[in-house]
């Protein structure tokens, strides 16, 4: 076992504070990492404060994870010493069924997450996340991680960035499509920069007037504030395909009435309470679709920060020292963050 040191939430109402526990040792097929920056994503939150109502403490959270590779099993074939690698929200999954088979498997019913969830390696144990200083991870699971980019600027893109890239590429967005985004936080901000990537003509759609300068730079092609209704209603039946990021209860009929016939909306963001049903009519009568969207499979997400590494594409972010996380925590609840915390772990140890 190897000493591993990490901020951890010890229950739902406490601030994060530090914590010391054991990794597992390097198994044939491990690659160990020294994690260097972590994204700190919402879920975490959510996760920390028990908000979803499966949480088990104490909890370390992290699942945006870049570093660098100290140690490889015997069995293992696509990393050494020294490779930069990456861990996303899953390091397990049964690996037989067909989801696993078709390479998703973000939708194994035996998936294992990186963090807050059974640790099939260490049974009567939970994973443990990268607020910490190291993490042994199966080598089907590590990512290779580019040199082009930087590090602490991609850290987000092993969440954020794949849960924008998943559906805009399941959806085939891409020239001569009109596709929108709601939300220009964390992962609005990525799917803004994806869906202009792929050719289409990207148009942002948020709450806040103050945005829209920050939504051009980061490639959209217009701005509707969406609670201006006769701005919605110029755009309405014109979209091919809408991307709807908020994790917050909303109206969701504004944005089906904007569909094409044919159209789909896919919602990424889960909020922890339900959002007003949608009218049955908005779907039937133009043959929309309403959709829901996860991660990407390893394969997937690989092919993503490879995609990244052609195109110049990271997230941008504010790197903060880990001893700030229960203020970054609050800043996120105020959306106060242009895009993504990102923590660097090197802090970590001037807290041990």
């Not at 260490?122 to 994973?127: D, E, L, Y």
């Not at 969701?252 to 569909?259: H, W």
């Not at 993503?304 to 970054?328: G, K, V």
Request: aromatic share 8%; with cysteine; net charge negative.
């Amino acid at each position: 076992m190897t000493k591993a040191i990490s901020y951890a939430a010890h229950d739902p109402k406490s601030p994060l504070s530090p914590f010391t526990f054991e990794r597992r040792e390097v198994g044939a097929n491990d690659v160990q990492i020294e994690i260097l920056y972590c994204g700190v994503c919402h879920s975490d939150l959510h996760q920390a404060r028990d908000e979803w109502g499966n949480s088990t403490f104490p909890m370390v959270p992290g699942h945006e994870i870049v570093g660098r590779v100290t140690q490889v099993g015997s069995h293992v074939k696509k990393f050494k010493a020294g490779d930069l690698a990456g861990v996303g929200c899953l390091v397990d999954s049964c690996g037989t069924c067909p989801d696993c088979a078709e390479g998703l498997e973000q939708f194994c019913n035996q998936s294992v997450f990186t963090y807050n969830s059974p640790d099939k390696q260490s049974p009567g144990q939970s994973t443990y996340g990268g607020y910490s200083n190291l993490i042994v991870v199966d080598e089907r699971f590590t990512l290779k991680i580019s040199d082009k980019l930087n590090l602490a600027a991609t850290a987000p893109l092993l969440c954020a960035g794949i849960t924008t890239y998943s559906p805009l590429r399941h959806w085939n967005v891409g020239p001569g499509q009109k596709v929108g985004i709601v939300g220009l936080g964390g992962l609005g901000h990525m799917g803004v920069k994806f869906a202009k990537a792929f050719g289409a003509h990207t148009v942002l759609f948020t709450t806040s007037p103050s945005k829209v300068e920050d939504a051009k730079r980061l490639g959209a092609d217009e701005v509707v504030i969406s609670k201006d209704a006769a701005q919605m209603q110029q755009h309405a039946l014109s979209f091919d395909f809408i991307l709807n990021t908020v994790a917050a209860p909303h109206d969701l009929d504004q944005f089906m009435g904007l569909l094409k016939r044919d159209g789909s909306m896919c919602l990424v963001g889960v909020p922890d309470s339900p959002h007003p049903s949608p009218s049955v009519a908005n779907l039937i009568f133009k043959r929309r679709k309403l959709a829901g969207s996860l991660i990407g499979g390893i394969k997937e997400t690989q092919e993503m920060l490879d995609f990244c590494a052609e195109h110049n594409i990271t997230s941008d972010i504010e790197l903060i020292p880990i001893q700030e996380i229960n203020t970054a925590f609050e800043r996120i609840l105020k959306s106060d963050v242009k895009y993504r915390f990102v923590i660097d772990i090197a802090s970590l140890k001037q807290a041990a």
